[in-house]
């Protein structure tokens, strides 16, 4: 990420910190209307927060962001033995993973599946619509007949799909 | 020492002495051709010479940020990321069409689903429409005013002198001659319009109480050092028609009224503004609510209506958005001024933010601090176009008729037309637009069958 990228970000980051005391609140993400309407915005906003904290400051801002930097082309050749990018392919389908398993026990459970669909459709559709909807996705998912999906499976599922792209925002320079 | 004192009196005198002409000669070369509608052409000059001495600054910052070899920090106004203007099912079709070989017209649910959402999601914590609305706009160039600067680390010796010399003039020179010019406005307004006021009803009195707001707005216009550009004059608003404009500043109105004959809308307020609105309401009729009667939205239709509908009465002004706004964007009109059903006359006004930024942000600062900035601003330089004269047409209801004004407003004065309530700045936004997505994603998943059973 460039200087001038950081510089945006962090005046983004201020502009949103109503309270200016360096970190940002639930209810200042909530403030974006745009992000209010969207049926998971309570979910993504969660994945800014860590484990039971309430305040995320700049650097936890731009470690989530970072998910989502465009894969350049030298990285894929560059040293493999690093620690993994943040925003490699299999961890961006790792924060996909995250916003359907609420418990993080590295399962998506029927009942989390559930979950997530009820929030993107609201009331325009009934239970047994859905839980048949959710039972023969985790049919088609699952391969160990655990009646869940787990992160590998949740892979495979995936593994035609261009997470590259579809996961990735580009700045305008 | 002593010998010192005798003179020190003599100085002094001749010092007040001095400064007490200036001020009065200023004043009558400023006020004089306010009462008569005349311009001197001075504030023109003063603004190109302004210009030129900005894009030196400019190259001066550019040239210090080069030494340093650092990117020089330049605020984007298009955003800063690249979002595709596409919907929500051709961008959920998209992921499926590259996740899976299978048949797109059945509707049902994959898991990649989710991508659509995340990603929109995220877009719109890194940048989003609304909230940088309501917030003032960042300039492409400094104008030597360090409450706009962002690259304060490349300053040179020299800029720095410059700056120094601008707050000198601004803040003893501008700012005194200014804050009388403003005290004499105000005053003659409240006296003129009272002294009208006892005169009969007739052509007399309208004619004078016409010309006593109009001089005394210009007066107000000087004040502020406001250089204004209007453009096809003559489509300006008639009698028994609604002027609708779009909303930065309270400063919108003097702008307006300085160039035309109109009738105020508003709440009464105490103070010193309600001594001016009691005042300007004995020379002409303006529609002055009490608080409680705001609420009451048929009430205010009603005097309204009563209003347009007497010819012999001035337009009315309303700004439809309800709130300021930073003059990057129009936000929703509310419907209000457009159900009455006379002529509507749009108006569209542009700030140049370069010389000061007119935008009103009402969370941050209250209307004395505002205006201590405005009158320490360099000047205040806009545009007004007046757009041709609309009407509702019969197939269109209200909410349509104001979305239509609003988009040639837009246009018109290069501003963003934006669907989005401007009283989002203070309130959350309506449930009905999440359930609108949750709708349109649940044709996705089961399609448009109606007979399947709901709970």
């Known amino acids: 990420v460039s200087h001038s990228q950081i510089t945006r970000l962090y005046s983004r980051f201020t502009s949103l910190d109503k309270g200016e005391n360096g970190t940002l609140s639930r209810e200042d993400f909530q403030r974006i209307p745009e992000l209010a309407i969207n049926p998971l915005g309570d979910r993504i906003i969660n994945a800014f927060f860590p484990e039971g904290e309430d305040q995320v400051n700049f650097r936890g801002f731009m470690r989530t962001l970072a998910h989502f930097r465009p894969i350049e082309d030298n990285e894929k050749s560059k040293d493999q033995n690093g620690p993994e990018p943040l925003n490699s392919r299999s961890n961006k389908l790792h924060f996909a993973f995250r916003l359907y398993d609420l418990d993080k026990d590295d399962k998506i459970s029927r009942d989390e599946l559930l979950q997530v669909l009820r929030m993107m459709v609201g009331v325009n559709i009934s239970d047994e619509q859905l839980g048949s909807i959710a039972d023969r996705t985790i049919q088609e998912a699952d391969q160990d007949g655990d009646s869940a999906i787990s992160f590998a499976e949740f892979v495979k599922v995936l593994e035609k799909v261009d997470v590259e792209q579809k996961m990735s925002i580009r700045f305008l320079h | ?455």
């Open chain 2, 1 to 455: 020492m002593f010998l010192l004192l005798p003179f020190d009196s003599l100085v002094v005198n001749l010092l007040g002495i001095s400064i007490t002409v200036l001020f009065t000669l200023l004043l009558v070369f400023i006020i004089v051709p306010a009462i008569f509608g005349v311009s001197f052409g001075i504030r023109k000059v003063y603004m190109k010479t302004l210009l030129k001495i900005f894009q030196w600054a400019t190259l001066r910052i550019e040239r210090g940020a080069k030494e340093k070899n650092h990117p020089l920090y330049k605020p984007y106004v298009n955003g800063i990321i690249a979002k595709e203007p596409t919907s929500l099912e051709e961008e959920i079709k998209e992921i499926r069409r590259s996740g899976s070989g299978k048949a797109l017209d059945t509707p049902e649910f994959e898991l990649s689903d989710i991508f659509y959402f995340c990603r929109k999601g995220i877009e719109t914590i890194m940048d989003d429409e609304v909230t940088k609305r309501f917030s003032a706009e960042e300039l492409e160039s400094w104008n030597l005013l360090s409450r706009t600067n962002y690259n304060f680390q490349y300053i040179s010796l020299r800029l720095t002198v410059l700056w120094g010399l601008g707050v000198l003039i601004r803040y003893c020179f501008l700012l005194p001659l200014r804050v009388a010019l403003a005290f004499t406005g105000i005053s003659l307004l409240v006296t003129g319009t009272t002294v009208v006021g006892y005169l009969p009803n007739g052509r007399c009195k309208d004619f004078l109480s016409k010309h006593v707001h109009l001089m005394c707005y210009r007066i107000c216009v000087r004040a502020l050092t406001a250089i204004i550009t209007y453009h096809d004059r003559e489509n300006r608003p008639r009698n028994g028609g609604i002027c609708v404009a779009n909303h930065t500043s309270p400063i919108d109105v003097i702008i307006l009224a300085s160039d035309g004959y109109y009738a105020m809308v508003g709440q009464i307020h105490g103070g010193l503004m309600g001594v001016i609105q009691r005042a300007m309401v004995k020379a002409c009729p303006h529609v002055w609510f009490e608080r409680s009667e705001v609420k009451d939205r048929h009430l205010v239709a009603r005097r309204l209506t009563e209003h347009v509908q007497d010819k012999s009465k001035l337009p009315i002004l309303i700004f439809p958005e309800g709130t300021c706004i930073n003059n990057t964007s129009v936000m929703m009109f509310k419907k209000g001024s457009f159900e009455i059903g006379a002529t509507v006359y749009p108006v569209a006004i542009k700030y140049d933010p370069q010389f000061g930024d007119a935008f009103w942000n009402s969370s941050k600062y209250g209307m004395v601090t505002y205006l201590l900035r405005m009158m320490t601003s360099w000047a205040i330089v806009c545009s007004v176009w007046y757009l041709p004269p609309m009407t509702r047409q019969p197939e269109e209801d209200a909410v349509q008729f104001a979305n239509r004004v609003k988009s040639a407003i837009a246009r018109q004065g290069g501003l963003v037309d934006l669907l989005w309530d401007g009283g989002l700045k203070r309130e959350k936004v309506k449930d009905a637009f999440k359930e609108e997505q949750q709708k349109l994603y649940s044709k996705m998943i089961v399609g448009n069958h109606e007979d399947r059973s709901r709970s």
